[in-house]
Each structure stands twice: as structure tokens, then as C-alpha cells.
């Protein structure tokens, strides 16, 4: 019987896997090498931070492994250690020259990764080393994609969201939608992640793609705090989203009583009509919300 065995490269991996840096250094002194991919496009390097195998990882860098070489889905070894949470691979990686601003191929950086989910050990080691705080790759359907301020917001980091205010970057920038941190902070409903965006400089005024702000993606939901929050930001109560769909069209079609007085007070107009050729009082009438209704008329709406 005739007995293959497997390639010293193929051993390297399983080693790395397996966390053995005995081995691992074994095989790299018979001449293994340490970059050769798996038919996954996977490395040492990836398996090993993969893994959290600390001293595997400092193994092969010292014998000259490449340290930014991505698998078949453009994930680095600084990625994958992200994704396990292991700061101190991460920060040894870092210290071999890892690039942190390196693009995976859904276009998310380590950076994104850690905000996603909530790595705030992680977070602290890329800020420090220099990760861009808003870089955003490009979207394979165009445009621009998400900032790591956004996937944060997305997954209610709050204090997170904090570290990357203070690593500055550009607060009002916007994705291939034209949506802001802010809007999706106003989509989430947190008013605490809302007062730290406007305190920083965050303009509750600008518009997205479909013309909407960030008031119109608080009221649509029936988020009242932060319909308030925005309101005493500056947010403009009047401004038209397109075919006279205002933030307090958008709160009587949805009958947010309290969101209808919030914006009355704060001198949301009562005139013009709608898409349909109806009025927001017809609206609230045929909704059958009398006490919108009676908001809507104290402050001179006519049925017609």
C-alpha cells in the first residue's frame, strides 16, 4: 500500500489551526511556506487569528509571513482577529505593519467590523493606530457604502458611537443613499446617540436621495423624543420631502398624536395638499383620529 503524504504547506495550516507553534516553526524551518493559500484562499496567518492563536501568529510574522494577504472573502489576519475580539492579536498585527484601512469584499474594514459588534477593546487598539474613522469603500452597485459611524448606530453602540466622534472625521457624511449618521440615528430611535451627533456639529437639515431628512426618518416611525431632539437642533419642521410630504404629513398619515402637537408647536404648516388632492385634516378625519383632528384645526387646518 502506498501512502500519500500531505504537502508541508497543508501541514502548516493544520498546525496553525491547531495552535501549535512547535510545529508550526518545524515546518517553517524544513522550508514551508508560509503564505500559500488553501483552496479557501486561507493562510496561517488567517487561520491562526482566526483561531486566537497568539504565538502561532507571532511565529510565522517572524519568519516573514505576509501579513495583509486576504482569503477567497478579502478578509486580512487583523479581520479575522477583530471578528475573535482578540485585542492583543490585534495589536501585534498592527505593530507588523497590518494595514487597518484595508477593504474586505462586502467593503467593510476591521474598523467596521469592530464597531458591528460592539469590540470596544478593538475599537480603542485600531483608533490608536491610526484607522480612519469615516473612510467608506465603494459599493460593487455604486456609490459610496456605510461609514463605521453608521454600522455602529445600526447596531446601538452608543458608547462606541462616542469614541468615534472623538477620533473626529466627517459627521455629516453620506452613503450611496445620501443618508447620514444622523438619519439613522433618528431611524433607531436613539435620542441619546441623536444629542451626541447634533452637539458635534451633525446638520439635522440635510436631505437624502429621496429628499427626506432626518426629522422625516424619526416621525415615520412615531419616535417622539427624537422628533423633540431634532426640533430643538434646528431641525426645519417645514421642509417639503417631495409632492407636499412633510414631517407633519408623515406623522398625521401615521397617527402620532403627540408628534402632530410637537410639530404644530414648533410652526409645522397646516396648507397645501397632498399627493391625492387631500388635506392632513381629510386625513386625520378618514384615519378617524379626532384628537389629530382637533390639533390640526386649532392650528387653522380646513378640510379642504
Given at each position: 500500500?502506498?501512502?500519500?503524504?500531505?504537502?508541508?504547506?497543508?501541514?502548516?495550516?493544520?498546525?496553525?489551526?491547531?495552535?501549535?507553534?512547535?510545529e508550526?516553526?518545524?515546518l517553517?524551518?524544513?522550508?514551508?511556506?508560509?503564505?500559500k493559500?488553501?483552496?479557501?484562499?486561507?493562510?496561517?496567518?488567517v487561520?491562526?487569528?482566526r483561531?486566537?492563536?497568539?504565538?502561532v501568529?507571532?511565529?510565522?510574522?517572524?519568519s516573514?509571513?505576509?501579513?495583509?494577504?486576504?482569503?477567497?472573502?478579502?478578509?486580512?489576519?487583523l479581520m479575522?482577529a477583530?471578528l475573535?475580539?482578540?485585542?492583543?492579536?490585534?495589536?501585534?498585527?498592527?505593530?507588523?505593519g497590518?494595514n487597518h484601512?484595508?477593504?474586505?469584499?462586502?467593503?467593510?474594514?476591521?474598523l467596521?467590523?469592530?464597531?458591528?459588534?460592539?469590540?470596544?477593546?478593538?475599537?480603542?487598539?485600531?483608533?490608536?493606530?491610526?484607522?480612519?474613522?469615516?473612510?467608506?469603500?465603494p459599493?460593487?452597485?455604486?456609490?459610496?457604502?456605510?461609514?463605521p459611524?453608521?454600522?455602529?448606530?445600526?447596531n446601538?453602540?452608543?458608547?462606541?458611537?462616542?469614541m468615534?466622534?472623538?477620533?473626529?472625521g466627517?459627521i455629516?457624511?453620506?452613503?450611496h443613499?445620501?443618508?447620514?449618521?444622523?438619519?439613522?440615528?433618528?431611524?433607531?430611535?436613539?435620542?441619546?446617540?441623536?444629542?451626541?451627533?447634533v452637539?458635534?456639529g451633525?446638520?439635522?437639515?440635510?436631505?437624502?436621495?429621496?429628499?427626506?431628512?432626518a426629522l422625516?426618518?424619526?416621525?415615520?416611525?412615531?419616535?417622539?423624543?427624537?422628533v423633540s431632539?431634532?426640533?430643538?437642533?434646528g431641525?426645519d419642521?417645514?421642509?417639503?420631502?417631495?409632492?407636499g410630504?412633510?414631517?407633519?404629513?408623515?406623522?398625521?398619515?401615521?397617527?402620532?398624536?403627540?408628534?402632530?402637537s410637537?410639530?404644530?408647536e414648533?410652526g409645522?404648516?397646516?396648507?397645501?395638499?397632498?399627493?391625492?388632492?387631500?388635506?392632513?385634516?381629510?386625513?386625520?378625519?378618514?384615519?378617524?383620529?379626532?384628537?389629530?383632528?382637533q390639533?390640526?384645526?386649532?392650528?387653522?387646518?380646513k378640510?379642504?
Open positions: 500500500m502506498i501512502w500519500f503524504r500531505s504537502s508541508p504547506e497543508k501541514r502548516l495550516r493544520k498546525a496553525a489551526n491547531a495552535g501549535s507553534a512547535s508550526v516553526l518545524s517553517l524551518r524544513e522550508g514551508a511556506d508560509p503564505d493559500k488553501s483552496f479557501l484562499g486561507d493562510t496561517p496567518l487561520i491562526a487569528a483561531k486566537g492563536h497568539l504565538s501568529v507571532e511565529a510565522l510574522l517572524n516573514s509571513a505576509a501579513v495583509d494577504v486576504q482569503d477567497i472573502n478579502g478578509f486580512t489576519a479575522r477583530t475573535a475580539n482578540r485585542r492583543d492579536i490585534v495589536e501585534f498585527l498592527l505593530s507588523r497590518a484601512d484595508k477593504v474586505s469584499n462586502e467593503g467593510k474594514t476591521a467596521m467590523f469592530a464597531v458591528e459588534k460592539g469590540h470596544k477593546e478593538v475599537v480603542t487598539a485600531l483608533l490608536a493606530a491610526g484607522a480612519t474613522p469615516d473612510l467608506q469603500a459599493r460593487p452597485a455604486g456609490g459610496k457604502g456605510p461609514t459611524l453608521m454600522y455602529t448606530i445600526l446601538n453602540h452608543t458608547d462606541i458611537v462616542d468615534l466622534i472623538r477620533a473626529g466627517n455629516n457624511a453620506t452613503c443613499d445620501q443618508s447620514t449618521a444622523l438619519m439613522w440615528a433618528a431611524h433607531s430611535g436613539n435620542e441619546e446617540i441623536i444629542r451626541a451627533l452637539a458635534t451633525a446638520d439635522p437639515n440635510l436631505k437624502d436621495k429621496d429628499g427626506r431628512t422625516g426618518y424619526a416621525v415615520a416611525p412615531g419616535h417622539a423624543r427624537v431632539a431634532l426640533i430643538n437642533a431641525a419642521v417645514n421642509i417639503d420631502f417631495g409632492r410630504i412633510t414631517s407633519l404629513a408623515l406623522a398625521v398619515y401615521g397617527n402620532h398624536a403627540s408628534i402632530v410637537n410639530l404644530l414648533a409645522a404648516t397646516t396648507s397645501g395638499k397632498l399627493p391625492d388632492g387631500e388635506t392632513l385634516l381629510g386625513i386625520a378625519r378618514r384615519n378617524g383620529n379626532e384628537q389629530v383632528a390639533l390640526l384645526t386649532r392650528h387653522g387646518a378640510s379642504t
